[in-house]
């Protein structure tokens, strides 16, 4: 199957009430358990590359790994862009065979945040490219923080509404509570659910959720175990994730459960097995460890059994 745009993927979702995963990839291996969890749980599936990504691996290998991985594949798979700042960067993607990008002004202004992702929406829509933004600043809310504080981060559903409509943009990451890294929280997670609420209900097209990862207790021991130092990470619960899928959230990003895994499977075959050095016994190991993640994390979404 040919890669489809992320329009495809996440109006299908919006319209069934349930999540799609855009999990980051920054080589072969992360891909490869992506692909395998998706096609073997039967769901659509959105690969995103960041800048840093592009950076690292390089456009014309990041998209020829993804391309043939969608030919081979019975499932929808979208390759997306995130958090494209940079506008170089967007037109090469869009350029490269992109199939959905999100352009990330959230740091501007709201008119020049409407004016930059505009721009992208009209560049990108004549390709059959879907556009993601994004309004507010991702950032964990503290108990701490004051009402106005509040309000300052997170996303104004009313000018979510006007965004929308001023800049036909496809999907939108509205800021709720979460941030990114496996240190989301200081205290217990927070998401701003009736703020969630109304932006769907002005909005009604699909929603993003940034920061999202659950960063398992599990994956964090065995770093620890196995000489990593990772203590007092903390991630989104997977009731609070369950809560915003259920009142708009479509697609739901993950990076850093797929670094800790991969980690963690690292650290313990370099400690328990000192003498290898054969690439595929080392990183093989990982790729099944993500891909676990991977697959627990397609049941969370609710997106088994939808391709």
């Known amino acids: 199957m040919s890669l489809v745009s992320g329009k495809v993927v996440l109006d299908a979702a919006n319209e069934g009430g349930y999540a799609v995963g855009a999990f980051n990839i920054n080589n072969m291996e992360i891909l490869q358990a992506i692909i395998e969890a998706a096609e073997e749980e039967k769901s659509p599936v959105m690969i995103a590359a960041s800048e840093g990504a592009i950076k690292y691996a390089g456009l014309d290998y990041l998209v020829s790994l993804v391309r043939t991985a969608g030919e081979r594949s019975s ?7 995130d958090h ?3 506008f170089d960067v967007i037109m090469q993607c869009l350029r490269g065979g992109f199939t959905s990008v999100m352009i990330d002004a959230s740091s501007k202004p709201f008119d020049e945040n ?25 950032q964990g809310i503290e108990d701490q923080i004051s009402v106005a504080e509040r309000d300052a981060i997170l996303v104004d559903p009313d000018e979510a509404e ?9 999907f939108l990451a509205p800021a709720i509570g979460t941030s990114h890294g496996a240190f989301k929280f200081k205290g217990e997670a927070k998401l701003d ?12 097209i699909p929603l993003v959720l940034h920061g999202a990862s659950g960063v398992p207790q599990h994956l964090l021991d065995s770093i620890n175990q196995y000489g990593g130092d990772i203590k007092g990470a903390k991630g989104l619960p997977a009731d609070e994730l369950k809560e915003a899928i259920k009142y708009g959230i479509n697609k739901v990003n993950t ?3 797929l670094r800790l895994a991969f980690t963690a499977a690292l650290r313990e075959v370099l400690t328990k097995d000192k003498a290898v050095f054969d690439p595929r016994k080392i990183i093989g190991p990982a790729r099944e460890k993500m891909k676990e993640v991977v697959k627990d994390r397609i049941h969370l979404f609710g997106s088994a059994n939808r391709a």
């Open 75 to 81: 499932i929808p798979i979208a390759l997306h862009l």
């Open 84 to 86: 494209g700042t940079h």
């Open 114 to 138: 409407v004016r930059l992702t505009k721009q992208i929406v009209d560049i990108a829509h004549p390709m059959g490219v879907s556009v993601e933004a994004e309004l507010g600043r991702l």
């Open 162 to 170: 006007k965004f929308v409509e001023l800049t036909n943009v496809d």
């Open 193 to 204: 659910i009736n703020r969630l609420k109304k932006v769907k209900e002005k909005t009604g």
């Open 255 to 257: 990076d850093t459960d």
